[in-house]
């Protein structure tokens, strides 16, 4: 039997792809039909990924489970910014607001996959918003995400890069939310650790009310912070800003005797901390930039707003791996 496998499957008759590392026992599936979503990642029978009941209720909620990707992450106030001058208005698709972008439920072109042992098994996809007039319209550059979910000797990496093929620089804010699950009776012993410098204060309805600091939080989250001990939503969402250099998250399964390790790289500064009320899950999620940036005073530096030049890139890569607790 090889070690690697890429096998087609399908998820209430719509097509997705199994990524399978024989030797380590993991298997990851994907949905290129919605947003390449990635909505399983399982290790040894247990579960890493909250998965949602059904497609539908991925569809109609493509946010709330598995793995979204957020562009931009969170809410845009008044669904508008400006950005170098140009304002853009995005859909209200959060009545007054924009949130986390569009690419969490389109359809991405599956442009590659395979299983092999150099490359272990991986699928690539694509989204041009050039074939998209209609976001277009809205954001007017010619962005193509190619994005690769690859598992390889029991790590399940995603890499990928942003090209920006239109004739001006474009703004970007990109995030994930990944919902790592655990069951109910062994919340108490699921344990949170993250390399957080400073915790953003934030106004009633979330948004950043003031420049970062360190906390009591992020002295526990150094320590290892359990699930339970979290703040309950709405304060259960905290955005942070993470120490420079490589950054690497962590959760701890003491029922299960395992680590999750969440090497996010170096591209996310801002990382947002958020325990879900609708599932039993918790979300270590990194961010380019903080939430709503283009509208908010905070220097560069501190907010991590930025953008692509005309004709350049923007490339990263983050990756999950589960290992015994020491």
């Given at each position: 039997m090889?070690t690697y496998?890429?096998?087609?499957s399908?998820?209430d008759?719509?097509?997705?792809?199994k990524?399978?590392?024989?030797?380590?026992?993991?298997?990851a599936?994907v949905?290129?039909?919605v947003?390449?979503?990635?909505f399983?990642?399982d290790v040894?029978?247990?579960s890493?990924?909250?998965?949602?009941?059904s497609l539908?209720?991925?569809?109609?909620?493509?946010?709330r489970?598995g793995?979204?990707?957020?562009?931009?992450?969170?809410?845009v106030k008044?669904?508008?910014?400006t950005?170098?001058?140009?304002e853009?208005?995005?859909?209200a698709?959060?009545e007054?607001?924009h949130?986390?972008?569009?690419?969490r439920e389109r359809?991405?072109?599956?442009v590659?996959?395979?299983?092999?042992?150099?490359?272990?098994?991986?699928?690539s996809a694509?989204?041009?918003f050039?074939?998209?007039?209609e976001?277009?319209?809205y954001?007017?550059?010619?962005?193509c995400?190619?994005f690769t979910?690859?598992l390889?000797d029991?790590?399940l990496?995603?890499s990928?890069e942003i090209?920006?093929r239109?004739s001006?620089?474009m703004?970007?804010?990109?995030?994930?939310h990944p919902?790592?699950?655990?069951?109910?009776e062994e919340?108490s012993?699921?344990?949170?650790?993250?390399p957080?410098a400073a915790?953003w204060p934030?106004?009633?309805?979330?948004y950043?009310?003031?420049?970062?600091?360190p906390?009591?939080?992020t002295?526990?989250l150094?320590?290892g912070q359990?699930?339970?001990?979290?703040?309950?939503y709405?304060?259960?969402?905290q955005?942070?800003t993470?120490k420079?250099?490589?950054?690497s998250?962590e959760l701890?399964y003491?029922?299960r005797?395992?680590?999750?390790?969440?090497d996010?790289?170096d591209?996310?500064p801002?990382?947002v901390?958020?325990t879900?009320?609708?599932s039993?899950?918790?979300s270590l999620?990194p961010y380019t930039?903080?939430?709503n940036?283009?509208?908010?005073?905070f220097s560069?530096?501190?907010s991590g707003?930025?953008?692509i030049?005309a004709?350049g890139t923007?490339?990263?890569s983050?990756?999950?791996?589960v290992i015994a607790l020491d």
């Open positions: 090889r496998e890429i096998i087609s399908e998820w008759g719509v097509s997705t792809f990524l399978v590392d024989h030797a380590a026992k993991a298997e599936e949905i290129p039909a947003g390449f979503h990635l399983r990642f040894g029978n247990e890493y990924i909250a998965k949602p009941e539908a209720v991925l569809r109609a909620q493509s946010s489970y793995v979204p990707i957020l562009f931009p992450p969170g809410r008044q669904a508008a910014f950005f170098e001058g140009r853009y208005r995005l859909p698709n959060r007054p607001h949130a986390h972008g569009e690419l359809p991405w072109k599956v590659a996959s395979g299983a092999d042992a150099a490359e272990g098994a991986y699928v694509e989204i041009d050039a074939e998209h007039p976001m277009l319209a954001f007017p550059h010619a962005a995400f190619r979910y690859r390889k029991g790590t990496s995603l990928g090209a920006n239109s001006q620089s703004p970007l804010s990109l995030g994930f919902y790592f699950a655990f069951a109910k919340a012993r699921v344990r949170v650790v993250i957080a915790e934030l106004s009633e309805d979330g950043a009310a003031g420049e970062p600091a906390s009591a939080l002295a526990a150094h320590q359990l699930v339970t001990e979290l703040p309950e709405p304060g259960g969402s955005m942070l993470i420079p250099g490589h950054q998250c701890h003491e029922a005797g395992t680590k999750l390790v969440y996010m790289g591209r996310f801002i990382h901390l958020f879900a009320p609708w039993d899950a918790v999620e930039s903080i939430m940036v283009f509208n908010e005073p560069a530096d501190l707003a930025k953008g030049a004709g923007f490339e990263f983050w990756s999950i791996r």
